[in-house]
């Protein structure tokens, strides 16, 4: 009975982590060609990220993109014990472009902010900043301490790194099914609804507590 559920539980765990990758597989696609387009990479969709004579906003929106989706999909393998023990190499070299991808993403995302605003205005502004902030720290904390060889710290750093990292798909996930849901109740299109307003902040700060919660259990 025991070698069954140590043997499974693994297994499960790869499967729930290649079912998150496979969810968030078109985002990402998403993400990595329309900021490949915005870099000069490809025709270029009409949209209004794209400012004629928007300066570095321009560069900050598309790079941040590209950077965000290739976060995003590396993130998740990260937890999966044996690649770990297996492929330290991996786990290494993964980590640090997801390291420098993620810092990269972050002050992008924050530089845009600062240049040109969200579409969402002050409160999309300022969920959208401390969003980034997090980013940053928690990128820099999981690389120090696992430089530093504190693996307890870095574990949790990590953990708090994999919920911010996949926070942007989580936002689109969350309007998908509350659009499935309610068609849209309390959400508009300047993101000034209700469930508009939650959710600059309830796509990063419900799982950030959650996962405290987790730890200091
Ligand atoms: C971590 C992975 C991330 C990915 C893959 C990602 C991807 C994207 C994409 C694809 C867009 C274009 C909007 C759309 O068409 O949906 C976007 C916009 C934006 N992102 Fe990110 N992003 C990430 C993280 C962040 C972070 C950490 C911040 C915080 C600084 C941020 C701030 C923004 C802002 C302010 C916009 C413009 C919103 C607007 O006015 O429409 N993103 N991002």
Redesign the pocket.
């Known amino acids: 009975m025991f070698k069954v559920a140590r043997y499974w539980r693994p297994v499960g765990f790869v499967l729930l982590i290649s079912g998150l990758v496979l969810l968030m597989l078109p985002?990402?696609r998403?993400?990595f060609v329309?900021?490949a387009e915005g870099l000069g990479l490809g025709e270029l969709r009409d949209?209004?990220?794209f400012r004629d004579g928007g300066g570095l906003s321009n560069p900050a929106?598309f790079g941040?993109?590209l950077?965000?989706?290739v976060?995003?999909l590396l993130v998740p393998v990260q937890l999966i014990p044996w690649v770990r023990r297996l492929l330290p190499w991996w786990h290494r070299w993964a980590g640090r472009i997801i390291t420098g991808l993620?810092l990269m993403?972050?002050?992008?995302?924050?530089l845009?902010?600062l240049q040109?605003?969200?579409?969402?205005g002050w409160p999309?502004?300022l969920g959208?900043?401390i969003?980034?902030?997090?980013?940053i720290v928690s990128c820099v904390q999981t690389l120090r301490f696992a430089r530093a060889g504190q693996m307890d710290r870095h574990r949790r750093w990590a953990l708090r790194t994999f919920w911010?990292?996949?926070?942007?798909?989580l936002y689109?996930f969350h309007y998908g099914l509350w659009y499935l849901a309610t068609d849209g109740a309390a959400s508009n299109a300047n993101f000034s609804g209700a469930f508009d307003l939650v959710q600059n902040f309830a796509f990063y700060l419900p799982y950030l507590l959650g996962l405290e919660l987790y730890l200091r259990r």
Do not use: E, K, N, P
């Open positions: 985002f990402v998403y993400a329309f900021g949209s209004y990220l929106i941040h993109m950077c965000g989706a976060v995003t993620g993403t972050g002050a992008a995302g924050l845009y902010i040109r605003g969200s579409v969402g999309m502004d959208f900043g969003y980034g902030l997090c980013l911010l990292a996949i926070g942007s798909w689109r």
